[in-house]
């Protein structure tokens, strides 16, 4: 399975927003629309992500307010990226492997959509539902000679 698979089921309703967003707009967004990541982009291009765990540590930072801050000055700035052939299993392992939970899904420098952990396991879970669908169907139609007794 690809990544572009997952992306065919999602949809396609991405969020974005720039580095010079007021940070307090984002928190908006993000409650309003029930999602945990927003992609920052500055003319075209992917300058960085802001996620919760930004947000819960910028909190922590200032007592528990966001502040009158920008989005620039709290956005992972370096944030790692796939591709739409990238393959799930790769997926899963940079997510555990650098700690994140959203990945941005860049076709050469045009942003594709962004994938979370969520979304990768509710692929891997149907898709293993799947399997095991046409596993039991398959089972079931066994030819009768070829069966054995149990013993």
């Not at 922590?60 to 307010?65: M, S, T, Y």
Request: proline share 4%.
């Amino acid at each position: 399975m690809r990544v572009s698979d997952i992306l065919k089921v999602k949809g396609n309703v991405l969020f974005t927003v720039t580095p010079d967003t007021a940070l307090q707009d984002a928190v908006n967004t993000m409650a309003e629309h029930d999602i945990g990541s927003l992609v920052v982009m500055e003319y075209g291009d992917l300058v960085g992500m802001l996620t919760f765990r930004e947000v819960i540590l910028t909190l922590r930072k200032n007592g528990g307010n966001v502040g009158t801050s920008t989005i620039r000055k709290v956005m992972d700035d370096h944030p790692i990226t796939c591709t739409p052939e990238t393959d799930v299993n790769e997926v899963r392992r940079m997510m555990l492997e650098h700690h994140v939970r959203y990945l941005p899904v860049m076709e050469s420098r045009a942003l594709m959509g962004v994938i979370s952990f969520y979304d990768v396991a509710k692929a891997v879970v149907e898709e293993q539902g799947f399997e095991n669908r046409l596993l039991k169907a398959y089972i079931r139609d066994w030819p009768e000679e070829d069966r054995q007794p149990a013993r």
